[in-house]
């Protein structure tokens, strides 16, 4: 069936570092990406997401890339600061009517300061 | 402003008992959700209703059924509770068709003793 690959599963970078997460997908068919980030004791939200006509996608610090030959993504956070330390989600979709999402198993980012 | 509540933060229950968790929406999402949330697992799906009375098997159904009688409602029901049962259960709700953002709600903790 439908699989998300995302790594890593923790990472932890200095205050004002970058932070790369990577999912990869295992349905050629999925087109929709979107990323969700979870603080602690929270619950998920919605930070990015990408569509599979689209490349690479920026908001502020934040950008998704999109490989669709390689079937994988990627979440870039630049200039890191303690209050993005969270768990991340990857997700992807291929079923438009339902709006169904496949998650990765998330990554834990710690930022230092 | 989207608003998902779930019944319970926390519940107790015991081996064999027939658990209820529910979640009510505010903004009239066709499209409702259960996750089990568990460490290094991430996220996977329970089950999922895109109408009232509509429901499909997400990729964990067994020893979990649902019902959505309602559109605000979505009712996940462990029929016999077994510790294995123990999780973190999101609610999630969003519009139809792909892209929408799912919106969660705060998470009910289930300890099955």
């Known amino acids: 069936g439908e699989n998300v690959e995302q790594h890593p599963s923790t990472l932890s970078v200095q205050e004002g570092d970058s932070a790369v997460i990577k999912c990869t997908y295992s349905d050629s068919a999925s087109n929709y990406f979107p990323w969700y980030k979870q603080e602690l004791g929270k619950r998920p939200q919605l930070i990015i997401d990408?569509?599979?006509?689209?490349g690479e996608k920026k908001d502020q610090r934040i950008a998704v890339t999109l490989n669709k030959t390689a079937k994988h993504f990627s979440l870039h956070i630049t200039e890191t600061q303690p209050e993005d330390s969270a768990v991340y989600f990857c997700?992807?979709?291929?079923?438009?009517?339902?709006?169904?999402?496949?998650f990765g198993t998330g990554t834990l980012l710690a930022v230092q300061p | 402003d989207v608003k998902v509540t779930q019944s319970s933060r926390y519940l107790v229950k015991r081996t064999g008992e027939k658990v209820f968790l529910e979640c009510v929406q505010d903004?009239?999402?066709?499209?409702m959700f259960w996750y089990r949330q568990d460490p290094g697992l991430g996220l996977r799906l329970i089950y999922f209703?895109?109408?009232?009375?509509?429901?499909e098997k997400g990729d964990i159904p067994e020893g979990y059924s649902v019902s959505r009688e309602k559109k605000e409602r979505f009712s996940l029901i462990l029929e016999s509770a077994s510790t294995n049962q123990t999780s973190m259960y999101l609610c999630?709700?969003?519009?139809?068709?792909?892209?929408?953002?799912?919106?969660f709600g705060p998470g009910t903790r289930l300890l099955v003793l």
């Open positions: 990408i569509r599979s006509n689209v």
């Open positions: 997700a992807a979709s291929r079923q438009w009517a339902t709006n169904k999402l496949i």
């Open positions: 999630a709700s969003s519009l139809s068709a792909q892209g929408k953002t799912q919106y």
């Open positions: 209703s895109y109408d009232v009375k509509m429901k």
């Open positions: 903004m009239d999402h066709e499209n």
